[in-house]
């Protein structure tokens, strides 16, 4: 049984407690929560060698049978879903209400829906008069999960349930801040009986992650985090080239045209910037307004961002990163609408904050700060909007607010985005192509492309004699 304050590994369903513990820290009061064990190269083998074991059994398992087992471990999420609300709160600070009705009902979710897209998916056949040919997918192996701090339970779930329900067994690497809902879903795991092996959860920073990517036995990877981490992977899996999915940073745009329901479009626009302390990589960091309403737009923002109720930042070192932004866009003589500071106590807050005034050259405007605040911009034409909202080394999100149909569509189709969202923000369906271009990531979860991902075809050829007549 895992205990809840000191975190072991899960391997060949077992916990082992092995490696230096490290301190976990609790974001809204700094204090340390959990001693974690850190896997050193000798752990990180045993959990490759243990996946490897499992995995041809499981591999061999008709899908039915792996969705089955993925619709157990989704009863398995709701039956302990207070412990795992609880497990999230605690190393996140995230409000209630959101790991309520976000996080943790959208693990369950992900096991259910590739539970239904694996069962329900066809294969391929393609037909010449004397030619069959025919795909059969076979899944990569053993796969490497290394999941960001920032919605731990639902982004490692959301590998999870292709990733397994495709054939492949993990190894997962949580964040060294947010270990405890993976920990409690290994237990879960365990509970549902699970094949021992078949998921496999080690803890560690990212040497540990670097380990495991690079471990011979491991045969893809799938990383959603930082474009720094994320091509640091991509250089330990070269010599391998091992297939990795990628879904990375973000600077993205919100578009604000004249004829928008201001009311929506200011409200949506305080959820994309401050949902989760802004600590969402799909978070809109520039808004980018219609000149006609550019004032009393900022205006109507900066009473609500106001009344936003401060989430902390995950780690100190993250308020600090956050926090020098802010000092930045102060030493560039920045426009504060609100916030700009930190306060007073303890924990990892920041105040939710809007600016204004700043270049697009500034590194205000073209790093990811991930934390709540936005920069608001006016223009004045659609090309100048599209314009901006392109200039970027990131395309991962986009968001445009308009009563216009026309403009709707002709807009969005012309944003260098993965992902558009027109009058609403994070508007879900699990079966749709989710990731970004540019530094913005490699390849596209969701549906049946993240089936795609975790399984290799091979394309089986037959040549069909005549029969004689
Ligand atoms: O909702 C999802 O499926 C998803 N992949 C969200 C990613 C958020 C990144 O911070």
């Known amino acids: 049984m895992m205990s809840f304050e000191q975190v072991a590994h899960f391997i060949g369903g077992s916990w082992v407690a092995e490696g230096e513990p490290f301190p976990s820290h609790d974001p809204v009061t700094g204090q340390v929560n959990r001693r974690v064990h850190e896997a050193d190269s000798a752990v990180v083998d045993k959990a490759v060698r243990a996946a490897r074991q499992a995995a041809p059994g499981w591999a061999a398992l008709p899908v039915a049978e792996r969705a089955t087992w ?28 959101q790991t309520r009705t976000l996080d943790i009902p959208r693990g369950a979710a992900n096991f259910r829906a590739f539970a239904e897209i694996a069962a329900q998916r066809p294969s391929e056949a393609f037909h010449l008069t004397d030619v069959l040919s025919y795909t059969v997918r076979r899944p990569l192996g053993v796969v490497a999960v290394v999941v960001p701090w920032n919605l731990p339970f639902l982004l490692m779930t959301w590998k999870l349930g292709p990733a397994l329900v495709a054939g492949n067994t993990v190894v997962v690497k949580p964040s060294e801040n947010t270990p405890g809902s993976a920990a409690l879903f290994a237990q879960i795991c365990a509970d549902v009986g699970l094949p021992p092996g078949v998921v496999n959860v080690i803890h560690g920073y990212g040497t540990t ?64 910037v401050f949902t989760n302390g802004g600590q969402v990589c799909l978070c809109t960091e520039r808004l980018y307004v219609e000149r ?25 070192e993250h308020r600090e990163k956050v926090l020098s932004f802010y000092a930045l866009a102060r030493d560039e003589g920045a426009k504060f609408l609100t916030g700009g500071g930190a306060p007073e106590g303890p924990g990892y807050f920041v105040e939710p904050t809007v600016v204004t ?8 405007n073209r790093e990811e700060i991930f934390g709540p605040v936005c920069h608001v911009s006016p223009f004045d034409t659609e090309g100048e909007a599209v314009a901006l909202a392109n200039d970027s080394d990131y395309g991962l999100a986009a968001t ?33 192509p989710f990731g970004g271009v540019k530094l913005s990531g490699i390849g596209r979860e969701g549906g049946t492309q993240s089936l795609d991902f975790y399984s290799e075809p091979t394309t089986i050829t037959i040549k069909l004699e005549s029969a004689d007549e």
């Open 400 to 432: 445009l607010w308009t009563t216009s149909l026309d403009r709707a569509h002709r807009v969005a189709q012309r944003l260098e985005a993965g992902l558009v969202w027109v009058n609403t923000w994070y508007l879900r369906d699990l079966r749709t």
């Open 209 to 272: 992650g670097q380990l495991l990517v690079s471990h011979e036995g491991v045969d893809g990877v799938t990383f959603t985090g930082s474009t720094r981490t994320g091509s640091s992977i991509m250089k330990s899996v070269a010599d391998r080239v091992k297939p990795i999915s990628f879904e990375l940073g973000g600077k993205n745009a919100g578009l604000v045209f004249a004829d928008a329901d201001l009311d929506r479009a200011v409200e949506g626009s305080v959820r994309s």
């Open 70 to 97: 993925m619709r157990r471990l989704s009863e398995g999420i709701e039956a302990r879903f207070d412990d795992l609300v609880a497990a999230e709160i605690a190393d996140t600070g995230k409000p209630l209400e």
């Open 357 to 364: 005034g700043l270049p697009e050259s500034s590194r205000f």
């Open 292 to 316: 006609p309403i550019f004032e009393e737009f900022c205006a109507r923002l900066a009473e609500k961002a106001a009344s936003v109720t401060p989430q902390p930042m995950i780690s100190a």
